[in-house]
């Protein structure tokens, strides 16, 4: 079991950064033995695949809409993971979630844990 809780959503402007943060809460498994990912929808669309990131962090992948802008990472003393959002456009606002699931990171929206959301929204 894992509880997740996301943060740094917010407002911003085309062309800016914010960076969301996931808090972990593991028990039974340690925080690294969770695939993470995150995962958006946006109003009146299904949830779309955003990034995931490896165990260890060393392995990520991308959709390809958000690819050489967003950047995953985790740091596991922390049991936190993040997505770095540059060059923001405004088809990139949704609620945004954080993800846990066992198993290899693979572009797929199908997780076993998820946080409540945070909502990103990029004004014109």
């Known amino acids: 079991q894992v509880q997740l809780v996301e943060s740094g959503g917010g407002l911003v402007q085309a062309g800016g950064s914010l960076r969301l943060s996931c808090a972990a809460a593991?028990?039974?498994?340690?925080?690294?033995?969770?695939?993470m990912g995150w995962i958006r929808q946006a109003p009146g669309k299904e949830r779309e695949f955003v990034a995931a990131i490896s165990r260890s962090g060393g392995s990520t992948i991308y959709a390809d809409s958000v690819k050489g802008r967003f950047t995953i990472s985790r740091d596991n003393a922390k049991n936190t993971v993040y997505l770095r959002m540059n060059s923001l456009k405004p088809e990139d606002t949704a609620v945004y979630y954080c993800a846990a699931r066992l198993g290899v990171v693979v572009l797929t929206t199908n997780y076993d844990f998820w946080g409540q959301g945070t909502q990103v929204t990029v004004s014109s």
């Open positions: 593991a028990s039974g498994r340690t925080f690294s033995t969770y695939v």
